[in-house]
């Protein structure tokens, strides 16, 4: 049935390219019963037959808890499936971002298909919140910096999505606050090595960058992100913070996610492997 809605809305967008057509999944996991749907048209049309989508598609992810099967919209398939500007992958982490996103894919020229990562625990996450104005002026920003660390940041930790609110409640608690920027990539594709460069040329004190994702090493952006940012890096050292390797998307057992993100959040502010 995931592949018959899916097929029904991608036609549809095609045959109304002025509209904002969304599909979205119950969760991010139900992505898979579509998969046919996504690799034969949704990421390869352009290039086959020259046919232009806007087709929106919500799928929420987060490791929150809630098992294999509700965790995880597996969107390192996406990041494999990207190339030539197909489509966009993006993990808006504030109402801001998500409505300039949406606004973005309609007012544009262009169409491109746009696959979101939606993380349901932002729903209700005081921290989530954007001010009228910043709904009201200006534009989707592809990478938000953290502008109060800039000049004092030893360190930076490149993440997406909800586990940015995480990092910064661990920071928070360990008084971090002048050594480690957070920097949130909120479209991990296009990402270009110039707005990588220019990102972290922000934080001129920083020599540790970090890539920190709460799905397991083989998952995830991981290995698209190692092979984007790690040819950039110069002096500068690079490393990866995940979980471990999987077969399943998530743990079972909700003891186990929690003491798993406490050792992810310990790794992501571990006293430097360089140091001394």
């Known amino acids: 049935s995931e592949a018959g809605v899916l097929g029904f809305e991608y036609g549809y967008s095609l045959d109304y390219p002025d509209g904002l057509v969304m599909w979205e999944a ?12 996504i690799d034969q048209f949704i990421t390869s049309s352009e290039d086959k037959w020259k046919r232009l989508s806007g087709l929106v598609m919500l799928l929420p992810h987060g490791f929150e808890g809630q098992g294999p099967e509700h965790s995880s919209a597996r969107y390192e398939r996406f990041l494999e499936l990207a190339a030539e500007d197909n489509i966009q992958v993006c993990q808006p982490s504030t109402p801001a971002q998500y409505f300039h996103m949406l606004r973005r894919q309609v007012v544009r020229k262009y169409r491109k298909p746009l696959v979101v990562m939606t993380p349901k625990g932002l729903l209700r996450l005081p ?35 909800k586990l940015y609110y995480e990092l910064d409640e661990e920071r928070q608690k360990r008084k971090a606050g002048a ?10 594709y296009p990402l270009s090595d110039q707005a990588i460069t220019a990102a972290l040329a922000e934080y ?17 952006a991981l290995r698209y992100i190692q092979m984007r940012v790690q040819p950039l890096m110069g002096a500068r050292h690079f490393w990866t913070v995940s979980r471990a390797e999987s077969a399943s998307p998530a743990t079972g057992s ?10 992810l959040l310990d790794e992501a502010f571990a006293p430097s492997k360089w140091r001394g």
Do not use: Y
Request: glycine content about 6%.
């Open 127 to 161: 921290a989530a919140r954007s001010t009228i104005d910043e709904l009201a002026t200006g534009k989707f920003e592809r990478i938000l910096h953290d502008k109060a660390a800039a000049a004092t940041a030893t360190r930076v930790v490149l993440c997406t999505g």
């Open 26 to 37: 119950q969760f991010g996991d139900f992505v898979n019963g579509a998969q046919v749907i």
């Open 179 to 188: 050594e480690v920027a957070l920097v949130r990539i909120e479209q991990l």
């Open 204 to 220: 001129p004190k920083a020599n540790e960058i970090v890539w920190a994702q709460d799905e397991p090493a083989n998952m995830g």
């Open 254 to 263: 909700h003891n186990s996610h929690k003491l798993e993100q406490v050792k």
